[in-house]
């Protein structure tokens, strides 16, 4: 008797149309510099971009997924050429995404 494999656990995260422009630009400079480098892009940026780009202020994503989106944000937030603008909307995701790993499922 085979079991059904285990689902994945996914976080609901609420984003502004401003939040989700920064997190896709963050996504999308990755997305690109494996390209110039002739390399393969990650699959989760991938899959991220495309949940950013589908309608909606919930995007729905997996634990690995939201891991790494705060670690690319948090580097594009700390860097000092970073406009005002978006390190206020990626502080904002990046606050948004600890409170989410930090409630128990």
């Known amino acids: 008797m085979s079991s ?3 689902t994945t656990e996914t ?6 149309r401003d939040e989700q422009w920064v ?3 963050v996504l999308s400079t990755r997305l690109d510099e494996a390209l110039d480098a002739d390399e393969r892009p990650p699959e989760w940026v991938l899959e991220v971009i495309e949940i950013l780009e589908t309608d909606g202020d919930t ?4 634990g690995l ?3 790494r989106i705060y ?3 948090a580097t594009y937030v700390d860097h000092e050429e970073t406009p ?4 206020d909307h990626g502080s904002a995701v990046l606050e948004r995404l600890e409170e989410i790993q ?4």
């Open 4 to 6: 059904s494999p285990p």
């Open 11 to 16: 976080y609901e995260v609420p984003l502004s």
């Open 23 to 25: 997190v896709h630009h």
């Open 59 to 62: 995007e729905r994503f997996t």
């Open 65 to 67: 997924q939201a891991d």
């Open 71 to 73: 670690a690319e944000l």
């Open 84 to 87: 005002d603008r978006d390190v």
């Open 102 to 105: 930090e409630t128990p499922a």
